[in-house]
């Protein structure tokens, strides 16, 4: 019998082990690298050196993805399976990334129309030169998905960045686009008759809401609609949008429109903040207030929220890029501009709420309040009777049945004889009856 040498055996099993085992390390540097682009992208986006603006958050976790490629490139050239392609995606979102950072928003509209395109030919690249150059199936099967993800923001930013520009280039409808300075609101203003009536609605509502209720207010009088800034037609604002900026532009886009007062303002839910800021501000030009199912203001702020501050800015941000991605109608939101500026919203509600309160007496000009009898929660009710105190011609009516929404909706027409209620008082100059209150 032949007695073979000791050391083929040994070598002989490394050969048939050692790739497996090297694969298992690259499967790990992959993962590792793809953590540290996502913890990076996390901790730049909330870095206080990046802006805290959309195109400055996009820009800081374009940034940390970037590193997460980078390090792949880097360390994988340290193994015997070194990813020269992952060069390719990291100098496309680092160039990326620093380009918002440093020019951004109108350098973030200019990318809209060439980042889609160009990361879908990246992918396409890529996927090829992985294939070859990656014989690790573990780290494969982490990389497909991201590979898959980077095609589906592609694809998702592409027709976002095409349905705003069709929508924006688009026939406005029966309204008119008008500046206000700096963005335009979509304005649309029916029927004929004095006074006129401006309607708000709702937190995160849009003039299309309001479509069952002005035509029943415009077979008697003049009535108008818009859309606050970031929805349905109107475009985005440059800053925090509060109840005093949302009156402030109403005001501009009526003066602007040719559409006089006297008004009367009515406000649905939230939207009943902005009308009592309104009146607040412009009382000479208020002549009546119809609050529906209205949130109720606050005299006094709570402590530290006067405004959004740098976290809620750069949440507002981050929901700006995402909804870029096409997950605003995902979310019930039109659009991207929409879903971020009803998330604005609610970022400085503490303000709107503040602001609401200015209005501390209506002296004794006609208002209508108007509740849900229908799935109101505690206080509310109680809230409700404060507002009718604001002026000496009150009426307050309780809908039966009617909900929260459903004043927007099939009760519409309730709604609708609420407004007109405030129309006849402000025409005759009559109190109201006190049997009818």
């Not at 540290?36 to 976790?61: H, R």
Request: charged share 15%; glycine share 12%.
């Amino acid at each position: 019998m032949t007695t073979l040498p000791a050391s083929p055996a040994p070598d002989g099993v490394h050969a048939v082990h050692a790739p497996g085992a090297a694969q298992g390390r690259l499967g790990l540097l992959v993962a590792g690298a793809l953590a540290a682009g996502f913890l990076a992208a996390l901790l730049l986006a909330a870095a206080p050196f990046i802006p805290a603006t959309e195109s400055g958050v996009t820009g800081g976790i374009l940034l940390g993805f970037a590193l997460g490629w980078a390090l792949l490139a880097v360390l994988s050239g340290f193994t015997h399976q070194p990813q020269r392609w992952a060069a390719a995606p990291a100098l496309f979102l680092g160039s990326g990334g620093l380009l918002l950072v440093v020019f951004g928003a109108p350098m973030q509209e200019a990318l809209a129309w060439v980042w889609p395109p160009a990361l879908l030919v990246l992918v396409a690249r890529s996927i090829p030169r992985m294939r070859r150059q990656l014989r690790s199936r573990s780290a494969r099967v982490l990389l497909y998905p991201v590979l898959a993800l980077l095609v589906v923001a592609a694809l998702a930013g592409g027709y976002e960045t095409v349905r705003g520009a069709i929508r924006a280039g688009a026939a406005p409808g029966d309204g008119r686009l008008i500046d206000v300075g700096g963005h335009r609101l979509y304005l649309d203003c029916t029927g004929e008759g004095s006074p006129t009536v401006v309607i708000e609605p709702g937190a995160g509502l849009a003039s299309s809401d309001l479509d069952l209720i002005a035509p029943m207010v415009a077979r008697d009088t003049r009535v108008c609609i818009y859309d606050r800034a970031g929805r349905g037609r109107s475009d985005p604002a440059p800053g925090p949008q509060d109840g005093a900026r949302i009156a402030a532009d109403l005001h501009t886009l009526l003066e602007r429109a040719g559409e006089p007062g006297p008004y009367v303002v009515a406000g649905h839910s939230f939207g009943g903040l902005y009308a009592l800021t309104f009146a607040a501000r412009y009382s000479e030009e208020v002549a009546g207030l119809v609050l529906v199912d209205s949130t109720a203001p606050a005299s006094d702020p709570a402590p530290g929220t006067a405004g959004p501050d740098d976290t809620a800015s750069r949440l507002s941000a981050l929901v700006g890029a995402a909804g870029r991605l096409g997950i605003g109608p995902l979310l019930g939101a039109e659009s991207g501009s929409h879903l971020r500026s009803s998330v604005d919203e609610y970022l400085v509600a503490a303000s709107s709420v503040q602001q609401g309160g200015a209005l501390e007496t209506f002296a004794d000009k006609p208002l209508v309040v108007l509740t849900a009898g229908s799935g109101t929660r505690p206080g509310w009710t109680e809230a409700q009777d404060a507002l009718a105190t604001l002026s000496t011609n009150t009426l307050h009516r309780t809908v039966a049945g009617a909900t929260h929404g459903s004043l927007l909706g099939e009760d519409a027409a309730e709604t609708a004889v609420g407004i007109l209620d405030v129309v006849s008082a402000v025409r005759t100059g009559t109190p109201f009856a006190p049997e009818r209150q």
